[in-house]
């Protein structure tokens, strides 16, 4: 079955870096876009990142442009979130998410979640 | 960047009835790329329509959607006890970053 495992929240300072990273089974998954969304502490869904298949496109909310990088490593079904120069409000719970693209004919969105890892920004 | 509007913010309902939620776009959302994500507390996200009226894998049918362009709803035909949740709109594919509304918390009256 399709798992989804995020790992590497924490607590970090503000200005402070941590990388996330999304353990994946159970589907090809070099072929697929994944996406990173987050959710900050009693608040709604804010879709953070995504990445190509291939990693060759990659798109960012405005609120992290220029702050976190999103990567993927084929070889090991991993999907990474570089997240740089924290702020307080980057305090969420982060998830990943597969894109799963079309289906015959119809565009699906993400159809398999994570549970999510927390990150903390807080001096 | 499109904003989607959701409406009520709350909505306080009886086991049983009927529950309509809205969507609004601030612009028109191509090819009707407009999902709805049920989350209920201490878990993710749960993909229930696509393509503004197609349901997900195992989504039961009192799940419904509709609409196109900038209006979208969410019928949630008979209330069961489970489907007590927050519920948020998302548009996908009108431009690469997507984005959610802000939820509709559909609780027990």
């Known amino acids: 079955q399709v798992q989804l495992v995020e790992s590497g929240g924490g607590v970090v300072q503000p200005g402070g870096s941590l990388r996330l990273s999304c353990a994946a089974s159970?589907?090809?998954?070099?072929?697929?876009?994944l996406h990173w969304v987050r959710q900050a502490p009693g608040k709604g869904l804010e879709w953070v990142t995504s990445?190509?298949?291939?990693?060759?496109?990659?798109f960012y909310a405005d609120s992290v442009k220029g702050r976190f990088t999103v990567s993927r490593d084929n070889s090991q079904n991993t999907l990474y979130l570089q997240m740089n120069s924290l702020r307080a409000d980057d305090t969420a719970i982060y998830y990943c998410?597969?894109?799963?693209?079309?289906?015959?004919?119809?565009?699906?969105?993400?159809?398999?979640w994570g549970q999510g890892t927390l990150v903390t920004v807080s001096s | 960047e499109i904003v989607l509007t959701q409406s009520p913010g709350t909505l306080s309902l009886s086991p049983g009835e009927r529950a309509t939620l809205s969507c609004r776009a601030s612009?028109?959302?191509?090819?009707?790329?407009l999902a709805w994500y049920q989350q209920k507390p201490g878990q993710a996200p749960r993909l229930l329509i696509y393509?503004?009226?197609s349901r997900a894998t195992g989504i039961p049918d009192r799940f419904s959607g509709s609409g196109s362009g900038t209006d979208f709803t969410l019928t949630i035909s008979r209330l069961e006890p489970e489907d007590f949740a927050v519920y948020y709109c998302?548009?996908?594919?009108?431009?690469?970053?997507?984005?959610f509304g802000q939820g509709t918390k559909v609780e027990i009256k």
């Open positions: 998410a597969r894109d799963r693209g079309y289906s015959g004919s119809s565009r699906v969105p993400l159809d398999y």
């Open positions: 159970g589907f090809t998954f070099g072929s697929y876009t």
């Open positions: 990445l190509s298949y291939d990693g060759g496109k990659q």
């Open positions: 612009q028109s959302i191509t090819s009707g790329y």
């Open positions: 393509g503004a009226s």
């Open positions: 998302q548009q996908y594919g009108s431009s690469p970053t997507w984005t």
